[in-house]
């Protein structure tokens, strides 16, 4: 319960001077903000797959690359998101919050919701998804769970910050329907489902303009269109033009101190260059996060590492992703000789380098855990290859290959090192080491049973590996108990039920942003607008390694029955879903639409909702997949604005975007959109107008007199067609000369009224 008798942020920033007001819009150090007045300082972290808090009393130090405290490594977002399980983040969430509470910090900054646009970019590991409604839904639950513990999100890289590359300076240039419907679009689902506490600007420009200077983006867009009533922090360093960026609404420049900034600022409000109403309104907004999140926090929490532990061993499990599994290799059976290779099985993978970097409680390691599960059965190791140094390769093959024929079943762990991908640089391609390429080819030729379990931060170019392996588990990075939740899934103690949220493509030059990524001289030009990921490769019909959602279990699902039905909320799709096979297992059920009349460009079909289901073998439940009215909107150029248009939609249901066996039709009605003619407007346009149209229509007829749309038969074309793109304006004054300027702009004026 607020305290009625605390006093406002009104109260506490009314006394302070344009000096004190400047010095609260920037930090006291790396990761706190400055105590002025009445006002505390507030504690920030790192995250977001878990906490990475550098005590000042225990080693913290000033350029935020130090040691951190113990804290639970989660899987980070590239596996938490092939959860598809909100429950699941929401649940994540809230345990770093307790952890983040207890250690005293205010703010964790996470989750990164940037769109995955381009396989290479170094963070993708940060991120969730190359689709933002799914970005959106597994974040708004990360949030509610965090801020649930009374512990603040920062939402970021706000935004369009899709590559490492001169991240600090270059500019993503974007058209506004891909920027809304792609780049913007979980942000805004994001601050109003849940509403962070903060929301970090990035470090890149947008069209130019540095995101921490963005009067559009962090004004226009976040605050007045989203109604977000909390704090902008810039990302660390993103501050080019202090005054520049206070005047757009950025409110806390990180880290600090920023004297100079302190001081421009008062400079800027002396000169009357930057208005003091803006300074009052920031000072205002840090007063009010400093007072909410000191009110909330209870240094004395307490949590338990087992418990977290379990938790994020329990979450991994849920995050991987069966890409194959031909002749059910998998499970294991516990017992007869099972050979694991691979440098991971003993050195796992399981996070990302940079800002997210956790110090785990402990880390699992898969070769402990696979012996723990294996019953009767004989397990023995061969390093295989050295991510290091890469030395002996050739011995290290041979043992492995000798270990793997002596078995019953081999289990290769492969993947990309620590030092391959990380925070800071993008990767040049998207292959598996060429030696981990060569020994999986090797024992295939030796043993006839091969699995492969995957360790990596971004997407890898899968198809020198499908055919010589039986089954594939891609692992991205799944936190500290990575290995646990491996053997939990190889054994099929827990049934495999994660799902691709990228991907993979056969080739790197099938990628959308292939010739657009890192960008050059300054510049990314988002030029594939809004086709991204399965978008892109549906709208090209290009073969893929593995699509977007797919993901298989140690069971089969069926569906029936679908339905969909609109109301003018949104549209209810219901299905029937069965397990068909003789396992239980959690299906992700997956609805895209698609409106193939459309007067816009749109790829054939987007994920529109999702939902989850765990059935026994035999088993069969009706589920319902619920799209708000608002997901069916486009951003309509010429009206600026969104834009549902109407039509017959057909949603498409299965398991992945590419295994939809049911499909159903709906029709929704449109929204009316009503662009103002302009002098400017096209012929045809104006001809459709209501009250135009029939008056231009009479200044015509005498023109063209009965000849209607067979005027211009002589010069073989079809007139109609012809001048239907022509501005009324020359139509009008000069071509046609069918009326006065003054004419026609009373037309229009009545045609637009
Ligand atoms: C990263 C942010 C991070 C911040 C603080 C920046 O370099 O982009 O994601 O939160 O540093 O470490």
């Known amino acids: 319960m607020p305290d009625p008798t605390a006093p406002t942020p009104d ?55 130090g040691p951190s405290i113990p804290a639970t490594c989660f899987p980070p977002a590239v596996g938490l998101g092939q959860s598809w399980d909100p429950e699941l983040t929401f649940r994540v969430g809230a345990a770093i919050g307790r952890e983040a509470r ?29 689709d933002p409604r799914l970005t959106a839904a597994l974040a708004t639950g990360w949030v509610r769970g965090l801020q649930q513990q009374g512990v603040g999100a920062s939402l970021k890289h706000f935004a369009a910050n899709n590559t490492e590359h001169e991240r600090m300076t270059s500019s993503s240039d974007i058209d ?23 929301v970090m600007c990035s470090y890149n420009k947008i069209n130019g303009v540095y995101a921490a200077q963005n009067h559009w983006l962090l004004t226009e867009i976040l605050r007045t269109e989203w109604g977000f009533e909390g704090v902008v922090v810039s990302d660390w360093g993103a501050v080019d033009d202090r005054v520049a960026a206070v005047a757009a609404g950025l409110d806390l420049a990180m880290p600090g101190a920023d004297e100079a900034g302190d ?13 003091p109403s803006v300074l009052e309104a920031s000072a205002r907004r840090v007063a009010a996060l400093a007072v909410r999140a000191t009110g909330s926090a209870d240094p004395g929490t307490t949590w338990n590492a087992d418990e977290h532990h379990a938790l994020a061993r329990a979450a991994a499990a849920r995050c991987a992703v069966l890409l194959k599994n031909d002749n059910d290799v998998l499970p294991l059976a516990p017992r007869g000789r099972i050979a694991v290779i691979g440098e991971f099985a003993t050195e796992p993978r399981y996070q990302g380098g940079g800002s997210s970097h956790v110090d785990a409680t402990r880390v699992d390691i898969a070769l402990d855990e696979i012996r723990a599960h294996a019953g009767s059965a004989t397990v023995t190791h061969a390093r295989g290859f050295d991510t290091g140094s890469g030395s002996a390769a050739g011995e290290l093959r041979a043992e492995a290959v000798e270990t793997a024929a002596r078995a019953d079943i081999a ?23 060429a030696d981990q390429v060569e020994l999986l ?9 091969v699995a492969v379990v995957l360790a990596h931060g971004g997407v890898l170019r899968l198809a020198p590996i499908v055919a010589a392996a039986d089954a594939i588990l891609d692992a991205a990075l799944l936190g500290q108990a990575a290995g646990g939740a491996i053997a939990d899934l190889l054994f099929g103690i827990t049934a495999p039920s994660g799902r691709l949220t990228e991907t993979v493509p056969v080739r790197l030059a099938d990628v959308p942003a292939y010739d657009n990524f890192p960008g050059e001289q300054g510049h990314v030009r988002y030029g594939e607008g809004i086709f991204i990921g399965y978008r892109w490769y549906d709208r090209r019909e290009l073969e893929v390694s593995f699509p977007f959602g797919h993901g298989l279990s140690y069971t089969t699902f069926d569906y029936a029955d679908p339905r969909a039905v609109a109301d003018p909320e949104g549209v209810s799709v219901t299905v029937r879903v069965t397990n068909s096979g003789s396992r239980t297992g959690r299906e992700v059920v997956q609805v895209y639409t698609g409106l193939e009349q459309s007067s816009v460009l749109r790829p054939p079909r987007e994920l529109g909702g999702f939902t989850t289901v765990e059935l026994e073998p035999g088993a069969a439940q009706e589920v319902t997949v619920r799209i708000p009215r608002h997901e069916f909107a486009r951003w309509h150029e010429p009206a600026g604005r969104w834009v549902v248009e109407g039509g017959e939609y057909t949603a498409y249901i299965g398991g992945s975007s590419r295994d939809l066996p049911v499909h159903t039709t709906v029709r929704i009605d449109g929204d009316v959109v009503r662009v103002p003619l302009t002098r400017e407007s096209p012929f045809s346009e104006v001809m459709a107008n209501p009250v135009a149209g029939p008056e231009l229509g009479a200044k015509l007829q005498p023109l063209i007199g009965d000849q209607g749309s067979s005027a211009g038969a002589e010069l073989g074309v079809d007139m109609a067609r012809m001048i239907g793109s022509i501005p009324i304006g020359r139509i009008a004054l000069q071509l046609g000369g069918l009326m006065t300027a003054a004419e026609l702009d009373d037309l229009l004026s009545r045609a637009n009224s």
């Open 11 to 65: 109260d506490l920033i009314g006394p302070l001077s344009t000096e004190e007001r400047a010095r609260l819009g920037s930090g006291r150090d790396f990761w706190s903000t400055e105590a002025i007045g009445n006002i505390p300082s507030i504690a920030l972290s790192d995250g977001p797959h878990g906490l990475r808090y550098q005590d000042p009393e225990r080693g913290g130090d000033a350029l935020g690359i």
């Open 441 to 449: 080819h090797a024992v295939r030729a030796v043993q006839s049973r």
């Open 102 to 130: 207890a250690a005293g910090v205010h703010i964790v900054l996470g989750p990164g919701i940037n769109i995955k646009r381009d396989p290479r970019c170094g963070r993708n590991f940060e991120y969730y998804s190359e």
């Open 411 to 433: 289990v290769l762990f492969l993947g990309l090192a620590a030092t391959q991908e990380s925070e800071g640089f993008d990767r040049e391609d998207i292959e598996l080491p």
């Open 176 to 198: 506004p329907r891909p920027l809304r419907e792609i780049y913007l679009h979980a942000f805004g689902h994001v601050v109003r489902e849940a509403a962070p506490w903060t």
């Open 263 to 275: 001081r421009g600022v008062v400079t800027a409000v002396a000169d009357g260059s930057l208005d």
